[in-house]
């Protein structure tokens, strides 16, 4: 096989059909067939099923296209390392952040990203944190956040930040707020938590087995998003970290606890592969994340209506 066959087969598989990849490709129609045809003959299996509506990639055509994208990623990077050696940083960087991070970030990741690197390509896509780690290590992200990354050979891990974890609720749902509550209590509330291996569902376990108690879980709700939405409903009551908080849209409805007795805490830090040489321009994007975040995060806290109602009734 060779490249061009691989990418005319991503682009088809991805969009589910020959004639948008074709248009995107800016090639005829016939050849792209054909060239995704040889590569099915190539590989003695089919690829792709088509029908009147599309394509859809069979199994065979999953697993080439999981690869696919990484030896495509491979092969711009070592583009990259060359280009690298001419100058400023070129080329195209992923970047891969939570749910929880991505509104408050990407704006303004974007503003200075084509401030400092203009002939630079910056691309981001958000999902969970067991997520990025996966596509960290296949290849499909160059930078990540996580939170509460495991350590690991495999990837270089430089913490950002450790922020307190809280047991929000809709407000009148229960105790008027008091600024904190003890971890014991999280086993006696209804919980709306994201499902396992999510490290703050991990976290949650762990602590309270330590004292002998589990969770009681009402909902697994994997999005940040929609787990903040149900408690402003009244389903549950949930665990959440800082930056979770800043982008509520429920926060004047909700109240929010720091946990305490132990200390709960979410540490969010900035991963690359350890396994693979980051470019020129993955290692400015790492720097320029570093040393924007604080003020960015700084700024969202300030102008957080939950967080200045918890500073007013800490204060009062």
């Known amino acids: 096989m060779d490249l061009r066959q691989l990418e005319y087969f991503i682009h088809v598989a991805e969009l589910g059909s020959f004639t948008k990849a074709a248009a995107i490709l800016d ?23 088509r029908n009147g509506r599309g394509v859809n990639p069979t199994e065979a055509g999953q697993r080439l296209l999981a690869h ?16 690298d050696t001419r100058g400023a940083p070129i080329g195209r960087v992923v970047v891969g952040v939570p749910y929880s991070v991505g509104r408050l970030i990407t704006a303004p990741l ?16 958000e999902g969970l ?8 290590l296949s290849g499909r992200i160059d930078v990540a956040l996580l939170h509460d990354p495991v350590p690991t050979p495999e990837l270089d891990i430089i913490p950002l930040r450790e922020d307190p974890l809280f047991l929000v609720e809709r407000r009148g ?3 008027a707020l008091h600024g904190s509550v003890p971890m014991k209590h999280l086993a006696s509330v209804p919980l709306i938590i994201p499902s396992r291996p999510h490290p703050l569902r991990m976290q ?13 879980i009402a909902l697994e709700i994997d999005a940040v998003g929609a787990i903040v939405d149900l408690v402003d409903q009244g389903l549950g009551q949930a ?14 409805t909700l109240s929010a606890r720091r946990i305490v007795s132990p200390r709960m805490t979410s540490v969010l830090a900035l991963a690359t592969s350890a396994e693979r040489p980051g470019t020129a321009l993955a290692r400015a994007t790492t720097g320029l994340i570093r040393s ?21 009734t800490r204060g009062g």
């Open 27 to 49: 090639v005829a129609q016939p050849a792209l067939s054909r060239q995704v045809r040889s590569l099915e003959i190539e590989l003695r299996q089919t690829l792709l099923y």
């Open 68 to 83: 696919g994208r990484g030896i495509l990623m491979q092969v711009e990077r070592a583009r990259q390392e060359v280009e």
């Open 110 to 125: 974007a503003t200075r990203f084509k401030q400092a690197f203009p002939q630079a390509t910056l691309s981001m896509t």
């Open 129 to 136: 944190t067991v997520h990025l780690y996966e596509w960290l």
């Open 173 to 175: 749902a229960g105790p």
């Open 204 to 216: 949650v376990e762990t602590r309270l087995a330590n004292i002998g108690k589990k969770p009681r």
């Open 239 to 252: 665990i959440v970290t800082l930056n979770a908080l800043l982008i509520a849209r429920a926060a004047p």
């Open 292 to 312: 924007f975040l604080p003020d960015i995060m700084a700024a969202a806290e300030k102008a957080s209506p939950l967080l200045r109602r918890r500073a007013a």
